[in-house]
């Protein structure tokens, strides 16, 4: 539920920005969630085509029928024909990019899914953000991305991109973002055996599955703290190492080694009983420090008597 | 030459010498010096009282029989002054070689001066920054190997079985590091012991602590501090860089290092124990500065606990010297991080910035800030309580160096079996955070991708434990680990703390504080219902470890400071300086601090800002020693040198009296003169009969003095033949000819702040003809202080 609910989210966004180019899209999600009717953040909503057709957001869906505050402007203050065209195109990456995202959050699989798309959003942004000089002589990067207080294509990719850092699907994947790199792949590989062999020997006893599975296990896990090392790893691999961790440990038990708490306490006690012996042998047989008392040279003490009885009179 | 006749007087009464004749007879001072004797003013402690007087007298005679017979012997304890501690000369002595000098040196020379002052500073500030710089990197270095090693032993031992063997080998690890320390420690320099800071107040105070500012003392400590903070122990290394900076600032502004014998000639006028302590306090606060990345703090450090004598241009160049140790740390660390030019490390310790939201306090806090300051006053109270106890027992019966080895590493073994077992016992585990703030995660018994959360406060040097406490989420700990930890610590640290190894009491205190600290915050999180209001536990930690740090050493006004310094947040200024304001008045009521308690125990004749209350009925008159042993101007040199080897009484000042007319007329007063000044006059033969033989003779000069200083030979060193012995010295040219003197009616709090504010070493107490009747020294004023039966004496004591 909640997938779709970012994703409408996104949607609108989107809407507000581009009429006509994302038409499609809109189509394609507004028949979606038309099915599940639900809550966008923030405002109360029917179900998505009411959304689309509110008057807030009718502007934005169609220009033609647009009441701006403003009429539109003369033409060398319009971006011009390339910008828009990136724009477009920028819009289209963005929302294909999204829409790979979402579904992938649980159990994580962005990198291994997504990747390319982020490789060709960020593309089209390097395209825009770029300050050489498309057809015409104009830089799309100062009328698209920095005209306005809001600069929101910059905003826009700006979120994507965090994701995309946090993610660190670039350890993950090959350089040219087609598909998982080899450190992934036999990683993988041996996740698969793993689980494999947790299915295998799930049913009934899990001793018989710890010893049986013990060896692929720790060989992953070794395998996985060796790339934690390196960082080498993305968000994939973390997600499906804690979740196969958790089940070996949790839900097999599996790693619960114990029961020689004897010698422990034993060694331990050993020792926290030495310091006694000790305090106690050299208070016994160690001979006492004594201070030799000096008596200082003082005045003759009459003297002061004989002051104190001067002053009392 | 100008005949200096000029006699400074604390009274109105008459102080007109008889008038030093030019011409003065060589007299034999033998009849004048007067003989020698013991005195008893009672032995034991008793009060004194405005109506014991008669009582008094009686005492004495009592017991003077008993104390004639043989010294009585009794148990150290704390209300002994030990003979061993003399005064620093402060005061600056304005004899005729000093005028001469003074007339030589034109005013470029004084221009020169105040800038190799500057140019001291800096280098006191840099090398400081240097050797904190080495502590830090060594440590983290070393420990890091050591954690490793177990660690892997550990994960090892886990699955296979026989984790005992992992706590033998953490334990032995740790003891070796630290009977290493222990051995250096007590067999070649056992006042590198401890932090070092009660010695250096004590220093800043006017006291010579033997040995405190040697090059020795400083390799010793630097070297200790790291054993004991790599071996584990409840220490930080904070305490000892105050002491470090101190040795290097007396080494560096004498221009020459006695111990490697090698003399660069420079910065020789500041060859004085006035211009030292001057650079000694640069030096304690350029080691505060690096401590604690507080340059400020560090300034208001040496002027809270150490310097007695303070002036503005003072104040700048120790702020100058902090402030370059600090960024001298700053820039190195930075290198070794691969960062270089990044001058955003300031600190050994580094608290870590307090500037998130949720580090934010409203108004409402403030009193249970309070309330905390109330709790680490008088948890702080109670650790100097259990330390004074154990201190006692430490000086009565652990006091063989090879005692305090072992002592050293059973306290190390019992640290790391104590945490071995509470880590092993705890069932507290957390996930493994995305950005790992544990350094060395152990997971034990906990669940892959978990890590043992009592591991990461004890598995760890004591600077990141306080760190991971202040700034790791809430949830990082649970109550129970932060309860059994602070109660651990608490007696570990308190056991520690006194041990012959150099080691420091600030990041311990610290820790223990900022886990019942942290624990407070959990506590009232699960109080309340709003739990947004309570969110992060950090910053009752940081208020903790105030609080717990100022209950210990009660430290006001530079912890303050220190402490926000350390934060890089001056929005804490308010509700640490209340917690603190709140732990001393709590603490005070309970027990002393406790470098004060050490000092104590330690015997120093310490004088405190203020002389005792109620002592104003005391006069000069029963303060003074009595009677002196006075020298003749033109004094024999058998007597000086008779006087000076008498062992039973080491004194170090000697009033020069003249003679105005007959045998049977008691002599005036013209001067003082110092032992170490005889000594070098007595090496250098500066005898009447001997210049007259040798007209070519070169004039002694107050270089030869400070070539001297501070090692001045003992007595027994010098030679004298049994005719040399016959011949006569002249002490005008070399006496002090104007000391303080003040008249028998003197009050004591009057003889005290004129000594606590001078820096006086000799106060000479005369009569109404400027007649010599007694000797006022620091163990003379010292020895009175206020106890719980109203005013008590202390008792003077060989150690």
Known sequence: MSLHRYELGFLLIILNIYSLGLIDAVNVTASDSAANPLQAPGYQSHGSSAVVSSPVYKPAVDSSYSINLLSSFPEDVEISEYCSELLRLFGQRYVAYVNCLIPAARPVRVCQNCSPWYNSLSEVFVNISSDQLGPGNVSCRDSILRSDRLMLVFLLYGNLDTIWEKSNCEKCVTKDFKGPNNDTLYYLTLLNQTITCFEKYKEGNHTELCKNCKNTYKELNDLYSGMEKNSTLCIDLEDSMNMTRKLWSKDFGCSYIGGETIPVIAVSSFILFLPIIFYLSSFLHSEQKKRKLIHPKRAKSHNSLMNIQDKQS | ?799
């Open chain 2, 1 to 799: 030459m100008a005949n200096i006749t000029k006699k400074v007087s604390w009274s109105s009464r008459g102080d007109e010498s008889g008038a030093a004749g030019e011409e003065t007879p060589l007299l034999n001072g033998s009849e004048q010096s007067r003989p020698l004797r013991q005195m008893s003013s009672g032995s034991t402690v008793f009060q004194i009282g405005r109506l014991s007087t008669v009582d008094l007298e009686e005492e004495i005679t009592t017991e003077e029989d008993s104390a004639r017979g043989r010294p009585k012997e009794i148990p150290h304890n704390e209300k002994l002054l030990s003979l061993k501690f003399e005064s620093l000369d402060y005061d600056n002595i304005e004899n005729q070689l000093f005028l001469e000098e003074e007339r030589r040196m034109s005013f470029m020379a004084f221009r020169c001066l105040e800038i190799s002052r500057w140019v001291i500073c800096g280098l006191i500030g840099f090398l400081t920054g240097l050797i904190a710089c080495f502590i830090d990197i060594a440590v983290e270095q070393l420990a890091g190997l050591k954690y490793k090693l177990i660690k892997e032993n550990i994960v090892k031992f886990t699955e296979a079985g026989g984790l005992s063997i992992s706590l033998l080998l953490w334990a032995a690890l740790n003891s070796f590091c630290v009977m290493f320390g222990a051995i250096i420690v007590a067999f070649f320099e056992p006042i590198a012991a401890g932090s070092g800071i009660p010695q250096i107040k004590c220093f800043l105070n006017g006291v010579k602590i033997p040995r405190v500012v040697r090059l020795k003392t400083l390799v010793v400590k630097v070297v200790g501090v790291i054993f004991s903070v790599v071996g584990g122990l409840a220490v930080g290394k904070e305490g000892p860089m105050i002491h470090s900076g101190a040795v290097l600032a007396a080494g560096v502004s004498q221009g020459r290092s006695t111990s490697l014998k090698r003399d660069f000639k420079i910065f020789e006028y500041f060859r004085r124990d006035t211009e030292k302590r001057d650079f000694v306090s640069a030096g304690a606060a350029a080691g505060v500065s690096a401590a604690f990345g507080a340059p400020v703090g560090g300034v208001l450090f040496s002027l809270e606990e150490g310097a007695s004598f303070w002036n503005q241009m003072l104040t700048w160049r120790i702020f100058f010297a902090s402030m370059i140790s600090t960024f001298t740390l700053n820039f190195f660390l930075s290198i070794y991080h691969n960062k270089p030019g990044d001058l955003s490390n300031p600190g050994l310790i580094n608290f870590g910035r307090f500037e998130s939201e949720a580090m934010e306090y409203n108004l409402y806090e403030i009193p249970l800030f309070i309330a905390m300051g109330a709790i680490g006053g008088g948890l702080g109270a109670f650790f100097n309580f259990l330390n004074y106890w154990l201190t006692i027992f430490r000086i009565r019966y652990v006091h063989r160096p090879c005692l305090q080895v072992m002592e050293a590493m059973l306290v190390a073994a019992v640290t790391a079996t104590v945490a071995f077992v509470m880590i092993y016992f705890s069932t507290d585990c957390q996930p493994l955070g995305p950005d790992h703030t544990e350094e060395y995660p152990l997971q034990l018994f906990c669940a892959d991708g978990e890590y043992n959360s009592m591991a990461t406060t004890f598995f760890n040097t004591p600077e990141r434990s306080v760190r991971s406490l202040f700034h790791n989420p809430t949830g990082t700990y649970n109550a129970l680990t932060l309860g059994l930890f602070t109660l651990t610590y608490f007696f570990l640290a308190c056991w520690t703390y006194g041990l012959a190894v150099s080691a420091g009491v600030f990041i311990p205190s610290l820790l223990i504080g900022a886990a019942w600290g942290r624990l407070c915050g959990i506590l009232l999180a699960s109080t309340t219902s709003t739990a947004s209001l309570w969110t992060d536990p950090g910053k009752y930690a940081l208020i903790g470890a105030a609080a717990q740090l100022g209950g210990i050493v009660r430290m006001t006004l530079s912890l303050t400071v220190i402490m926000v310094e350390a934060t890089g947040n001056v929005t804490y200024g308010l509700p640490i300086m209340l917690v603190l304001m709140t732990a001393k008045i709590v603490g005070d009521y309970f027990q002393e601090g406790l470098y004060d308690l050490h000092i104590k125990l330690g015997s120093v004749p310490f004088l405190h800002w203020e002389a005792p209350a109620t002592s104003h009925w005391l006069t000069a008159r029963e303060v003074m020693s009595s009677p002196v042993t006075c020298l003749n101007r033109i004094e024999k040199v058998g007597t000086i040198v008779d006087t000076l080897s008498n062992t039973s009484t080491n004194h170090n000042g000697f009033p020069v009296v003249v003679q105005v007319s007959g045998d049977d007329e008691p002599a005036k007063l013209c001067g003082l003169i110092l032992r170490s000044q005889l000594i070098v006059l007595l090496k250098h033969k500066v005898f009447v009969e001997l210049a007259r033989s040798r007209l070519t003779q070169r004039k002694l000069q107050l270089k030869d003095f400070r070539d001297a200083y501070p090692r001045f030979p003992p007595i027994q060193s010098i030679h004298v033949s049994q005719d040399e012995r016959e011949c006569m010295m002249d002490l005008t040219e070399f006496m002090n000819p104007t000391p303080y003197t003040v008249p028998q009616d003197t009050s004591l709090p009057r003889v005290f702040k004129l000594f606590r504010a001078l820096g006086l070493r000799h106060l000479v107490v005369v009569d109404d003809d400027n007649r010599v009747v007694g000797l006022v020294t620091r163990k003379d004023l010292a020895r009175y202080h206020v106890g719980k039966h109203g005013l008590e004496e202390l008792h003077l004591a060989q150690t």
